[in-house]
Every structure is written in structure tokens, then in C-alpha cells.
């Protein structure tokens, strides 16, 4: 004959009540779902802030527009424009911007931080400069040049449109100094 099990022990044995087997899945299912989906929608909110670099954050009253797959944002500041340019991995002047400008190098003085990543120019002489961020950058009309490596370059810079080069006092043309 089997032997009758206390109460005590069959409580303990026992599956738990259905509620109790609900609350279990549910916080089984919390605990598998990504922490963002996990917390409260405050924190979630907060950490998601914490998350979005700024660098590629829409800039706050800035003007718009994507030139030949660069993403411009310009903002006046007296005078002059500010410009924040974020050029994708695999862009190239000569390929991307070329047909959209119709000249056969970028005919625009640069002057600015370079913020994120990594690119190079070429001068119309051959002459080459690397720059890797972070660097204060001043490029000389009549250049190519291309984003290296797989990171978006952003470039903060300062402009006084056709005048840049005269304000900023650069030469017309590339020169080795």
C-alpha cells in the first residue's frame, strides 16, 4: 500500500495555481525582450536619448537638404553659415557630387572641424592630405576627395558662402607652403 502524503508535503509538491503560472510566463517573457522594451517607458525614453549621438542628430533650426548624397544642414551665425555635412562611407567627390556640380573638382573653400571619421583630398597637382577626426581642417578650392574607411565623416563648417576664401584669408588655389 502507498503511504498518504501529508499535507504539508503535498502543498509543496503541488504545480502552482494558474495566476501564479501567468505571473511566472510573464516576467520569463520580460526578462527575454530587449532591455528598451523591458523598463518603464520613462527610462526607456532617457536611455534612447543617451543612445542617439548628436553628431547625427537633426541640428535645431538648420535648413535641409541631401547633395549628392551628402546630408547639409546650414545655420546662419552673424555673417557667416554654419555647416554640418555628413558624407557616407563610399562617398568620392569626383563620382558622387561631380554630375550633381558639373565641375571637375570642388571649386568651394573649406574651412571647419572635422568632427567624425576619416578622408582624404587630392589637389588638381596630385598633392594628397589625409585628415582624421578629431581636426581643425582649412582645404583650398580646386580638390577631390573621398571618405576613407566604413565611418560617416562629419564636418562642422564655417562659411561666408562665394567670399569664403577672401574672408578667411586662403589662397584662390592649392599652393605647398
Known amino acids: ?9 503535498a502543498r509543496a509538491t503541488a504545480k502552482p495555481a494558474p495566476k501564479k503560472r501567468a505571473k511566472a510566463k510573464a516576467s520569463l517573457k520580460a526578462a527575454k525582450k530587449p532591455a528598451s522594451k523591458a523598463v518603464t517607458k520613462p527610462v526607456a525614453k532617457a536611455a534612447l536619448k543617451r543612445v542617439i549621438n548628436p553628431l547625427f542628430a537633426p541640428m535645431k533650426g538648420a535648413q535641409r537638404r ?12 552673424g555673417a557667416a553659415r554654419v555647416k554640418r555635412m555628413i558624407y557616407p562611407p563610399g562617398f568620392r567627390w569626383s563620382v558622387d557630387m561631380k554630375p550633381a556640380i558639373g565641375t571637375d573638382l ?56 562665394r567670399d ?12 605647398h607652403d
Open 1 to 9: 500500500m502507498a503511504k498518504k502524503k501529508s499535507k504539508s508535503t
Open 66 to 77: 541631401n547633395v549628392g548624397h551628402v546630408r547639409l544642414e546650414v545655420a546662419r551665425a
Open 106 to 161: 570642388c571649386v568651394h573653400a573649406h574651412v571647419g572641424f572635422l568632427a567624425h571619421g576619416e578622408f582624404t583630398i587630392e589637389y588638381a597637382d596630385g598633392c594628397v592630405v589625409e585628415f582624421k577626426a578629431p581636426q581643425v581642417i582649412a582645404i583650398d578650392p580646386g580638390h577631390d576627395g573621398w571618405v576613407v574607411g566604413r565611418e560617416p565623416v562629419v564636418l562642422i563648417e564655417f562659411d561666408f558662402e
Open 164 to 175: 569664403t576664401v577672401v574672408r578667411m584669408g586662403m589662397p584662390g588655389t592649392h599652393r
